[in-house]
């Protein structure tokens, strides 16, 4: 039976990350997977050791399979980027992706293909709506517990969700990773097919490390050089866009986005809560010289988080708000704001 396959691919994707969005059991997720994967690919994708393995290893995994035969159907699930593959000594070895972030990511890089991406946006939007349904109705537990991540290039340790990194930061990570992949944009993509343009920027999806090097052999992604990175991060950064940081422990993604408050789902979801430094790994809190502060106003238009006001004539912050993005400094005129690191212990944690 069909769905039996799916729902074992269930347990497969959540064993690699339920950052974001877990793979749940419902009619929505089953049209999502079959979407993506078809029933031969989830047997292969749940037959997939932890980490990269060759063909052989796998196909190890699945009684009566030929390496040869399975080496066939792994190549196609990479070409469909689901699956991650590499070189390594000689052999291809592949590693399955989890579904957020991982295959729906590298989907959205996809950006030719609009027929395609326009089916798979309603699918998600679909399975998204009923995975929170079922999440806030008790009906499903997952663990709220993040998993430790990897050590990012900049030195950080980051947990298995997003984290806000200030630019100075970025310009750290650029500048130490050899791979750089970017794709435009698909939630301001969405936004201009659906009449709904951002005027941001759009080509400033960016991707490192691993996954990059495999996004830019499989033509998802396009290799950026040092200096053209930087630029892109510039760019973003006066356009007011947040840089939001997103990898899983064994760093399956690795991605990321210079967002907007406008377009972005994510950052959409953190403004409507009430503390938008807990549903974020917020490092930074900004900090305000009362003395250097001309009022000049301009900082609080630059916010997206709206975690500066005028209080009394004088500007204040609220700390449950600030996600520590560094944005508002772009635009003071006399170097008033700083960040400041948050205390260690109060990395906030959010429920998946
Ligand atoms: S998360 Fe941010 S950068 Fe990524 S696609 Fe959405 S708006 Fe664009
Ligand atoms: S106050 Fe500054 S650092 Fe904090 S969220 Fe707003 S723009 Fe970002
Ligand atoms: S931009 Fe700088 S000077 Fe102007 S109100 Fe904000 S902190 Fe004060």
Redesign the pocket.
């Known amino acids: 039976m069909v769905e039996a396959v799916y729902e074992k691919l269930i347990d497969a994707l959540n064993a690699r990350s339920t950052f974001l969005a877990p793979a749940v059991k419902c009619d929505e997720f089953f049209a999502l997977a079959a979407y993506l994967y078809s029933p031969v690919e989830a047997e292969i994708a749940c037959a997939m050791p932890p980490g990269f393995a060759t063909a052989r290893e796998i196909a190890a995994n699945i009684p009566g399979s030929h390496p040869d035969q399975i080496a066939g159907h792994l190549e196609t699930m990479a070409n469909k980027a689901v699956i991650h593959s590499k070189e390594k000594n000689g052999e291809t070895l592949y590693e399955l992706l989890p579904l957020f972030p991982g295959v729906m990511e590298l989907q959205f890089y996809r950006t030719g293909e609009d027929e395609f991406l326009g089916k798979l946006d309603i699918l998600l939007a679909q399975y998204l709506k009923a995975m929170r349904a079922l999440l806030k109705s008790g009906a499903l537990v997952t663990t709220g517990a993040p998993s430790p991540g990897r050590k990012v290039a900049i030195g950080q340790e980051v947990y298995s969700r997003s984290t806000i990194i200030p630019y100075t930061e970025m310009k750290e990570l650029i500048m130490e990773n050899e791979y750089i992949g970017t794709a435009v944009c698909h939630c301001r993509h969405v936004g201009e097919q659906w009449g709904k343009p951002c005027s941001k920027p759009m080509d400033n999806c960016m991707i490192f490390g691993t996954s990059a090097k495999f996004t830019i052999e499989k033509g998802l992604t396009s290799r950026l050089t040092t200096e053209q990175a930087l630029q892109v991060l510039d760019e973003a950064e006066k356009a007011g866009l947040i840089h939001q940081y997103g990898d899983t422990p064994d760093h399956y993604s690795n991605i990321l986005c210079n967002c907007c408050s406008c377009h972005c789902i994510a950052l959409k979801g953190y403004n409507k809560s009430p503390v938008p430094s807990e549903a974020v790994i917020a490092r930074y809190l900004v900090k305000?010289?009362d003395e250097?502060?001309?009022?000049?106003?301009?900082?609080?238009e630059?916010c997206q988080m709206g975690a500066?006001k005028?209080d009394g004539g004088k500007?204040s912050r609220d700390e449950s708000r600030c996600i520590g993005c560094g944005l508002?400094m772009y635009?003071?005129?006399?170097?008033?704001?700083t960040l400041d690191k948050r205390p260690a212990g109060k990395i906030p944690l959010k429920k998946c």
């Open positions: 305000i010289d250097a502060c001309t009022i000049c106003e301009a900082c609080l630059r500066l005028m500007l508002c635009v003071c005129p006399t170097e008033a704001l």
